[in-house]
């Protein structure tokens, strides 16, 4: 059987909640059908009190060997580089951090505070937190550092998204249960290309919208027409994700019930500014142009396409075809 040990930092269990639900494979699936022995969990594991004390003991000595860390949440450093926000087993998490993660055979970080720190580590950050291998902003090293690899090698394998989705977690543990790991090419953020080569765009309901610049009247207007993109801070065309072709529920996603996708599987989530409530609204250079282009557009060029689009929109882009 191949070991799993999940570890939650700085974290709102949203990681945890969404494995849990699970359908393909279901957490059952994952013990009974691929081998996963779920060594401990915060959520799915029994151990208490010393008894998970010692069981973490083992763990950090060697004593008992890891196949696969799985870590949610930050790593939390304040204060003053204690780790002493976040205790566990008696212990900030750091430390454990520091003694598991070189000893077990692959180390996966889940969701994006694990990934590059997340919402902790929105300035100021107070919590001190960072990600395992890379900071806010895509900045490699992160907690572990640039060059730190597992035991078998490897450098932490992300799996951002907040939460991830369920089917991402599970496929990529099945997939290195079964001992693919030198068939899971990775990014240069160290995602998983299966998932993350697509555009969240890719499958949106929207997109013939998109391609004549039109928007929907206002905000959560659900099956209604209109791209999201110009005015409502969509970032669908510029995030790395499968929302829309692994739904969510197996039934929807946030873009096909009329909510702008926020980019959280990119290293700047949250993106825009915070303090004056942008995160819905797109930023624009005179307040005409959105001040970032769909990804591999430069804004000359995103500026005349924009414009041609418009001017050739034929009428029933412009039209609710959903009127109730």
Request: charge should be negative; charged fraction near 20%; aromatic fraction near 10%.
């Amino acid at each position: 059987m191949t070991s799993v040990v999940w570890f939650q930092g700085g974290a709102c269990s949203g990681n945890t909640m969404s494995f849990i639900n699970a359908a393909e494979p279901s957490v059952v699936d994952l013990i009974v059908d691929f081998g996963l022995e779920i060594v401990y969990h915060p959520t799915l594991s029994t151990e208490k009190g010393k008894q998970a004390q010692d069981l973490f003991a083992s763990l950090a000595s060697g004593e008992r060997e890891i196949d696969i860390f799985v870590y949610e949440g930050s790593v939390i450093q304040a204060p003053n580089g204690t780790g002493r926000f976040d205790m566990f087993a008696g212990r900030p998490m750091k430390d454990w951090v520091d003694e598991i993660a070189p000893k077990a055979g692959i180390v996966v970080a889940i969701g994006d505070c694990a990934t590059w720190g997340g919402l902790p580590a929105v300035p100021p950050n107070p919590s001190d937190s960072r990600g395992l291998q890379f900071d806010r902003g895509g900045i490699k090293g992160g907690y572990l550092g640039a060059d730190f690899t597992s035991r078998l090698g490897l450098p932490v394998i992300n799996i951002p998204g907040c939460p991830a989705h369920p089917d991402w977690i599970g496929q990529i543990l099945v997939a290195l249960a079964a001992g693919r790991v030198g068939d899971l090419a990775l990014d240069e953020l160290h995602r998983p290309k299966t998932f993350f080569t697509s555009f969240t765009q890719s499958g949106c309901t929207r997109v013939q919208f998109f391609a004549y610049k039109q928007d929907p009247p206002s905000f959560g207007q659900g099956m209604r027409t209109g791209c999201l993109f110009y005015e409502f801070g969509c970032r669908g065309p510029m995030t790395h994700s499968p929302c829309n072709r692994i739904l969510w529920n197996r039934q929807s996603s946030k873009t096909r019930v009329g909510m702008p996708c926020t980019g959280c599987t990119e290293p700047g989530y949250p993106h825009g500014d915070l303090e004056v409530g942008t995160v819905f609204k797109t930023q624009k250079v005179a307040g005409v142009v959105p001040k970032e282009e769909p990804a591999g557009m430069d804004p000359l060029s995103y500026m005349a396409l924009a414009g041609l689009s418009q001017a050739v929109a034929p009428q029933w882009s412009k039209e609710d075809m959903f009127v109730v």
